[in-house]
């Protein structure tokens, strides 16, 4: 198993480099460009949360760890705490919603972002680190792209 652990100060301005060292990760194991997407979107939506509700200054810091083993990618992003967000409350109530078949277009435009993401992966969990919050997810590499099924209303001429 690689490992690697990148270590940010809590500003938007180190999102970009972020996501560039995680796209040259997923191509450097074989990702396809839509795989590889999803994970730069998905890190990179994580780790603007730690900043943005994680983080009480940009004096903070945001730890982003990764660890590769045979067809899977590991990352585990921390904040440093801001005790006035309670991810998990917030993915839990959205989750409960639309379960109750809220349409995410009846949602509060805030809080989304968790479950939107955990689509695009193949886990996720949320779990307190200290002060803070660390969210642990996880891509498995399929060698081939999955099927990507579209559904398209009934439309007659």
């Known amino acids: 198993m690689s490992e690697m ?11 970009p480099g972020v996501r560039a060292c995680i796209s040259r990760i997923c191509a450097g194991l074989g990702f396809d460009d839509h795989e590889a997407y999803q994970i730069e979107t998905v890190v990179d939506e994580i780790c603007n949360n730690a900043v943005e509700h994680g983080s009480k200054t940009s004096q903070d810091i945001v730890v982003i760890g990764c660890s590769v083993s045979a067809g899977r990618i590991d990352f585990h992003i921390t904040d440093s705490g801001n005790k006035e967000f309670r991810a998990n409350e917030v993915f839990e109530n959205n989750k409960r919603r639309i379960e109750q078949g809220w349409d995410l277009e009846e949602m509060n435009q805030r809080g989304r972002g968790l479950f939107i993401i955990q689509r695009m992966i193949d886990g996720m969990t949320i779990e307190k680190a200290g002060q803070g919050v660390k969210v642990s997810l996880y891509k498995i590499h399929h060698e081939e792209p999955a099927e990507m099924k579209y559904v398209f209303p009934d439309i007659k001429l």
């Open 5 to 15: 652990q990148i270590v940010i100060p809590a500003d938007f301005c180190f999102m």
